[in-house]
């Protein structure tokens, strides 16, 4: 991958090309905070484990794989990830959240956090579904985290018999305190908060996927999973809170008037970020107990924990309007109401998640790797034209040409 592939991957990045803003002791006694709390941040509590975490919060979603930054790139995250949590801690954020298959960030944020265990709560996770292997992936995971117990442990990106089995014997083992689940359907944890299965979940949740902006449709809503969750104690943790989307390819799109206008916008309000406009606004939900977000230096973090200090207000308002204007055509909300209509069975969701990788992220080798590992006949290919997605589509995307596209870009 080139340097000028690479040049727009991080946000600070992205911010400075369009000139704008845009862990606790091992006490079974210790539920509150991992460490007393610092001016400015504000704390939640994550349902029934009554832990009381920082509404902001380090996820390493960016330690996925060793290439898919650029190996220049991406040894600058693992070299400053430490720094990261550091900051965090200063900030008073006290919980970081990887997972087992995110590279060598388990190892980085055990080393930042030797000496300073009781500072932050650990959540990480495993992809594995067979009960031995989920026990051995939270094996290393202890290892490699330089402690006798995590905090949280959750199935990444889904639920299996497997996972349950090994959660409940690790849990009685006190190997680890919590159990969780993260995936990106809130249908799919809905079946697992209403059977009492987990004290915490990792959902998606951002303003471009409000109701207002992809309409209603006849699924479990994120909204309404959150009510559920109020209502069974469980834990909300808001994965992807920026949209992941945040690097738009509307950025360079200077003769589009809507982009200059936004531009303009941003270049007026100084240093105003939108990128906190984004945390403010999912911190509003009451439901929501915090947001995990992926950061890429240190400066992102003094920026995001800066977020809790501020109120949301009509300027915030408009600057997300503007943002999800020229957005909403591109963003999949990822919501697979397509997914039961189409007659090849074609992945159309994961498809247009690898294209965003590939065009928003830059991790273009990552995207090509996930497409590859899908079965030929859920592949675009495999699209018959028939256009029944886009009837069903609450976001109306022109699905069938985004196929195509990412087929283009990813085989």
């Not at 929501?288 to 400066?299: E, K, L, Y």
Request: aromatic share 8%.
């Amino acid at each position: 991958m080139s340097a000028k592939e690479n040049s727009s991957v991080t946000r600070r990045q992205f911010l400075e090309t369009t000139t704008a803003v845009a862990l606790g002791t091992l006490a079974e006694n210790r539920t509150a905070a991992a460490s007393e709390p610092a001016a400015g941040m504000k704390y939640r509590r994550l349902g029934r484990t009554n832990l009381k975490i920082s509404e902001i919060g380090l996820g390493c979603a960016s330690g996925l794989r060793s290439q898919q930054l650029g190996s220049e790139l991406f040894n600058k995250y693992r070299e400053e990830l430490p720094a990261m949590t550091h900051k965090l801690l200063e900030h008073g954020g006290n919980f970081v959240a990887t997972s087992a298959s995110y590279h060598d960030t388990e190892e980085i944020l055990g080393r930042a956090l030797k000496g300073r265990r009781k500072d932050a709560f650990i959540f990480t996770a495993s992809g594995k579904r067979d009960a031995k292997a989920v026990i051995a992936d939270c094996e290393r995971s202890l290892t490699r985290f330089q402690t006798d117990v995590i905090d949280g442990y959750f199935g990444h990106g889904g639920w299996s018999d497997g996972f349950a089995e090994a959660a409940q014997k690790l849990k009685q083992q006190g190997k680890i305190r919590f159990i969780g689940m993260s995936c990106h359907i809130p249908e799919q944890h809905r079946l697992r908060v209403e059977t009492g299965l987990v004290d915490f979940i990792l959902q998606p949740y951002n303003y471009m996927n409000l109701a207002k902006w992809t309409e209603k449709t006849d699924r479990v809503g994120t909204e309404e999973l959150f009510d559920l969750c109020k209502k069974k104690d469980v834990g909300v943790m808001v994965i992807k809170p920026m949209t992941g989307h945040f690097i738009p390819n509307w950025a360079k799109k200077n003769d589009d008037p809507k982009v200059a206008g936004l531009l303009k916008e941003l270049k007026t309000l100084g240093k105003q970020n939108l990128y906190q406009a984004f945390l403010m606004w999912v911190l509003k939900n009451p439901n929501v107990s915090c947001a995990i977000v992926g950061m890429g230096a240190t400066q992102d973090v003094t920026e995001n924990c800066a977020a809790v200090t501020r109120k949301f207000g009509a300027l915030h308002e408009r600057l997300l309007d503007q943002y999800a204007s020229l957005a909403t055509g591109d963003y999949c909300r990822m919501c697979e109401t397509c997914v039961s209509v189409c007659p090849a069975g074609v992945r159309i969701p994961d498809i247009l998640r690898y294209r965003m990788y590939h065009q928003n992220y830059g991790h273009r080798r990552d995207a090509r790797e996930l497409y590859a590992s899908l079965p030929g006949h859920q592949q675009a290919t495999a699209c018959q034209d028939c256009h029944q997605c886009e009837q069903v589509c609450p976001a109306r995307l022109a699905i069938v040409r985004k196929l195509k596209a990412a087929h283009e870009l990813l085989a």
